[in-house]
């Protein structure tokens, strides 16, 4: 078999030609027409081109000062600003923090501190010539007191509504139970209302009562460490029986009439 070393030689590869550069028809340098660009505040219509429109137009802005290029040889100097008023601004001073004060250095560990120092001052008598001497504090207009209201030591209006409604349950519930299973133990039937007079004379003898329990009680109530037994007992009944009878004297003495069974 014949081999060919022409085969491995690389063959040159045909060149392809470029293609022709696109170029436009119209002019590059002429006007663009139909371009709205750069017209803003001039009097030319839109639809011929902005750089002929502006050409023959010219800037119609009706607010404020007239645009003018800056002029290089015009420029703020120094010391020339002033006020509207005619008067020189005055200047700025820069704050140089090395003038600034400081607070004071912190004491060396040798430094020794200054004594002996004494005053003649008497501080009762200058701080009784102040007190005399000041003129008496502005009160402060303050509300009115609640004491002084209208509504003090009222029941609310909305309080006295609910009560009302819970009292018209409870005899709604108790009107239905009797009727159910006829009268039940306990309830309003098997109470009665305590007359006024028997009420007065049951706390006069109480508050007797008391004064005969508290008489005997001071005579035990200074001391700390009894002798026997029995004074301390005596008067830890003293004090139970002293506490009881101010809470029946309280209960009675409550506004209202009260009711007990019978």
Not at 164 to 187: F, R
Request: aromatic share 6%; with cysteine; net charge positive.
């Amino acid at each position: 078999m014949s081999e060919c070393i022409y085969k491995f030689v690389e063959q040159p590869q045909p060149k392809k030609p470029k293609k022709q550069i696109y170029r436009s028809k119209y002019d590059p340098n002429g006007p663009i027409i139909g371009s709205t660009f750069g017209m803003q505040g001039t009097t030319a219509v839109d639809g011929k081109g902005c750089i002929a429109l502006k050409k023959n137009h010219v800037v119609s802005t009706s607010f404020g000062v007239q645009p003018q290029p800056p002029n290089p040889k015009q420029f703020l100097r120094r010391g020339t600003r002033q006020c509207r008023d005619g008067s020189r601004i005055p200047s700025v001073e820069h704050r140089n923090r090395n003038k600034d004060a400081h607070k004071p250095a912190v004491p060396l560990r040798n430094d020794n501190p200054v004594q002996g120092l004494k005053t003649s001052k008497n501080y009762l008598n200058c701080n009784a010539v102040e007190a005399i001497d000041s003129a008496p504090k502005k009160r402060k207009e303050t509300e009115v007191p609640h004491i002084a209201r209208e509504d003090y030591g009222q029941v609310p209006a909305y309080l006295q509504t609910v009560k009302a409604e819970i009292e018209h349950e409870k005899e709604l519930v108790d009107m239905y139970v009797e009727e159910q299973y006829g009268p039940v133990k306990g309830s309003h039937q098997e109470h009665e209302v305590m007359d006024e007079q028997e009420r007065r004379e049951l706390i006069n003898n109480l508050k007797q009562r008391w004064g005969d329990v508290n008489a005997d009680y001071q005579k035990y109530c200074h001391k700390v460490n009894f002798d026997t037994p029995g004074e301390r007992k005596r008067k830890a009944s003293q004090e139970a029986e002293l506490k009881q009878l101010e809470e029946y004297i309280e209960k009675l003495s409550c506004p209202g009439p009260l009711v007990i069974k019978k």
